[in-house]
């Protein structure tokens, strides 16, 4: 079992730039493949970015390459994501989550709660 709690959504103006983190329980942590999604209002959640637990491969949606950046900390449980040059159509609830699957885009077996992002123009 593997909990996931994610912080660091706000309310910030096009252009500007937040950091999401999502903290993971348990030990083994670091044989998770960890990914971000989101939803926005209304309409189905989408893949965002996703990093492999085994040699930290990364894999975004062609939305946001260039403008995001996903990593982790095995060390403290913890994958973020950084959040640049934000526009209002990133406005969306971002989720967090992970797979024991090397794939990235595997369907992920745990998720997080969820953190709104809202993108102000």
């Known amino acids: 079992q593997v909990q996931l709690v994610e912080s660091g959504g706000g309310l910030v103006q096009a252009g500007g730039s937040l950091r999401l983190s999502c903290a993971a329980s348990g030990r083994t942590f670091s044989s998770y493949t960890m990914t971000w999604f989101r939803q926005p209002a209304g309409k189905e959640r989408e893949f965002v970015a996703g990093i492999s637990w085994n040699d930290g491969g990364v894999d975004y949606t062609d939305s946001v390459k260039g403008r995001f950046t996903i990593s982790r900390d095995n060390s403290e449980n913890t994958v973020y994501l950084q959040m640049n040059s934000l526009k209002p159509e990133d406005t969306a609830v971002y989720y967090c989550?992970?797979?024991?699957?090397?794939?990235?885009?595997?369907?992920?077996?745990?998720w997080g709660q969820g953190t709104q992002v809202t993108v102000s123009s």
């Open positions: 989550a992970a797979s024991p699957r090397l794939t990235i885009r595997a369907n992920p077996s745990y």
